[in-house]
Each structure stands twice: as structure tokens, then as C-alpha cells.
């Protein structure tokens, strides 16, 4: 087998793992909770008993691993990890090559109302990044933002394209800026969601923000402030987390969904009013059956022991566009063009983090009217 070999994947669950799910999921061990708290202590105990029993019964994998097995999949090794990704060629001869890179705790399922559309103008590479779902579990250390942005460049690359745009939203906009500053000739353009942006230690980053920046910033404060719990426990002992979610699939449940909750839309009062809940089901599914919940942790974990990780990078080169939300994004356009070289941003009402779920339509629109303007 040649290190660079490229080979076909279908996803194939078999029914003694359906069979494990179910059964782990219906002798669930409920925990107790202080009545009144809605969500503010953590997932409340209705909402995911409800949810859990609509994945024991209701929900359909089969249905969800055959639609993900109609777009082409494959699996190649780069620096000794499995790389997972979709690839779907487009009929259009003229067709750019674009990469779409998720976020934690999103995988390539995220994508799957975009890919097909997408592939109208580009021909669509989507990844699940080293740790996930079938890019998992890890091998080895050191899969931290700079590596996987150099194995996705080498992941292009080996699909024969030399030129090609990137689209990344949250963690994954981390990595597609980074594959800009590695390989700044190699890429069209990089469109970014779910953007985070930090002010610098300077006075005036904080002079004249209109009234939705200054949201923004509180929304960054909020998040720095209350809602990293998450970010300490898999930046320090993702080993010790991987125990309980590898154990129990409501554990992985809650551990996921109370992210779709904090990361979707703010105008939505739950998870599942944001995003279809068979495609949060699905992701969810991802992480279980793979037995990922550990691995993908440890981005985490690399990034808090790299000292390089928050450091002050040399501004992107790379034509940049954004789209941002009203109700949930914390970018600011400022400490951004400081950062990447925009050349395109998009305000928009309605969506959060997992906007190719929530707003797809909008998504695809943005895309399209970014990378046009550059060819």
C-alpha cells in the first residue's frame, strides 16, 4: 500500500453496534437535578431524556448513513493518520476545488445540506479533521491547528489541485487561516463563519464600536467568562473525559448537544430548533460508533500546551470573507482586517456556529458571491 494512496470508504455500521446504542441508551443511569435551573447549570434532564429516547427509537440511522453514503468517500493516510474525507467532482467544467473544514464538535455531517449545491460551481472536498469520526481516533500526539493545516494542504494536493478555496467556520476557520499563511499560493480565497476575533491590549481597538460590536464583545466576554468549562476540561485531561463519553452515549449526548445549544442561533430556545434534529442526531452518531469523543479532545489539549497557539501571527494574505450573524457571532471587523485580509463580509440576522445547518441557504449564497468575485 503506497503511504499516498487514496482508497474508497462507505460508512458500515453493522447491527450489533445499532443493537449496543439502543440498549445503552434505554438503561441510561439518570442523574438527578436542583428543580428550576433550565439550562444554566448544564443540559436539564427532560430535554435530553426526550432526546435520548427519540435516538433509541425514532431516529433512523440507516436512512442517515445511506444519504451519507451517496456522496463519494474516501480515506488516505498523511504523517501516519487516517484522513477521512468526501470528494464531489462537479459537472461544471470551470469548477474551482473547495475544502470545507469543520468545527468541534461538528464533523463532515455538518455539510450535508451544502455539499451537493456547492458542487453546482466547485468541486467539494469535505474532512473530518484528525481525531473525528472516521479521521479517528489518533495515533499519536501532536495534531495541533498547524499540522492539520499542513495535512489538508497535502490532502489537496494529492487530489491534484494546485489551486483551490477554503471554507472553515469556528475551529475549523482557525485551520483554514492557517493553511493561508502555509500556503499562501496554493489558495483562491478563504470564507470564514464563526469567526472569532480578540481585541489587542491598545485603547482604541475599543474606540467608536457601534452598538452591535459592542454585543459582539460582550458575547466574547460571556463566552471567556462562563461558558469554557468545556474548553479546561479538553484542553487538560481530555483521557480522563474520553472514560464517560466512550461509556455512555447519553453522556456523548449531552456533551454535544449543550454546545448546539450555546453555539446555534441565540433567538433559538433549544438545539433542535436551530438545527434538524436528525443532523444534530447524526453527528452525535459520528462520535459514538467511532469511538472519538477522547481524540477529538485533544486538538484541545494541543492547543493549551502549544505557546505559539494565541500568539500574534503575521497578518493572511489570502483574499478573506466573512459572514457574521446578528444574534450570535462575537467577530469584529476590525481586530479581523488586523488579522486576515478581508476583502468581503456579509452581515446577516438569523444563524450561529453550525450555519451550514441552520442558515444553508444563506451559506451557499455567500460562498458563491465571495469566490466569484475572485476569478
Request: glycine content about 8%; proline content about 6%; overall charge negative.
Amino acid at each position: 500500500m503506497s503511504s499516498t494512496e487514496i482508497r474508497p470508504f462507505r460508512i458500515e455500521i453493522s447491527e450489533d453496534e445499532l443493537d449496543d446504542l439502543r440498549d445503552r441508551l434505554r438503561r441510561t443511569r439518570w442523574s438527578g437535578e436542583i428543580p428550576g435551573q433550565g439550562w444554566s447549570r448544564g443540559v436539564p434532564v427532560d430535554y435530553l431524556k426526550g432526546l435520548a429516547e427519540y435516538w433509541a427509537g425514532a431516529y433512523d440511522w440507516r436512512k442517515a448513513e445511506a444519504r451519507l453514503n451517496e456522496i463519494p468517500q474516501f480515506l488516505t493516510s498523511i504523517d501516519g493518520q487516517d484522513v477521512h474525507f468526501a470528494h464531489l467532482r462537479s459537472e461544471n467544467p470551470d469548477a474551482a476545488p473547495l475544502l470545507l473544514i469543520h468545527d468541534w464538535p461538528g464533523s463532515f455531517v455538518q455539510f450535508i445540506d451544502v455539499i451537493e449545491p456547492l458542487a453546482a460551481d466547485f468541486h467539494v472536498v469535505v474532512t473530518d479533521t484528525p481525531g473525528v469520526g472516521f479521521s479517528g481516533p489518533l495515533t499519536a500526539p501532536g495534531w495541533d491547528t498547524g499540522k492539520i493545516a499542513a495535512a489538508f494542504v497535502e490532502l489537496m494536493s494529492r487530489l491534484g489541485y494546485g489551486r483551490y478555496g477554503v471554507q472553515g467556520n469556528g475551529g475549523g476557520a482557525w485551520i483554514a487561516a492557517e493553511m493561508g499563511r502555509q500556503a499562501p499560493d496554493s489558495i483562491i480565497g478563504i470564507h470564514l463563519n464563526g469567526l472569532i476575533t480578540f481585541p489587542s491590549d491598545d485603547p482604541a481597538d475599543f474606540a467608536d464600536l457601534t452598538e452591535l460590536e459592542q454585543q459582539r464583545l460582550g458575547r466574547l466576554q460571556e463566552f471567556r467568562d462562563d461558558k469554557m468549562g468545556f474548553n479546561h476540561i479538553q484542553s487538560t485531561r481530555p483521557q480522563t473525559l474520553a472514560y464517560g463519553l466512550h461509556d455512555s452515549p447519553v453522556g456523548q449526548l449531552a456533551w454535544i448537544v449543550e454546545k448546539f445549544k450555546e453555539w446555534t442561533d441565540a433567538a433559538a430556545d433549544l438545539p433542535d430548533d436551530a438545527v434538524d434534529r436528525d443532523h444534530l442526531l447524526t453527528d452525535v452518531s459520528l462520535y459514538w460508533f467511532t469511538g472519538t469523543a477522547g481524540s477529538s479532545a485533544n486538538l484541545y489539549y494541543e492547543m493549551a500546551h502549544d505557546p505559539t497557539a494565541y500568539a500574534p501571527k503575521p497578518r493572511g494574505t489570502v483574499p478573506t470573507g466573512v459572514i457574521a450573524t446578528s444574534t450570535t457571532d462575537v467577530a469584529i471587523r476590525r481586530f479581523a482586517e488586523r488579522d486576515h485580509n478581508i476583502t468581503h463580509w456579509t452581515e446577516i440576522e438569523r444563524g450561529g456556529n453550525f450555519l451550514s445547518l441552520e442558515q444553508p441557504a444563506l451559506l451557499i449564497e455567500d460562498v458563491r458571491t465571495f469566490f466569484s468575485a475572485l476569478s
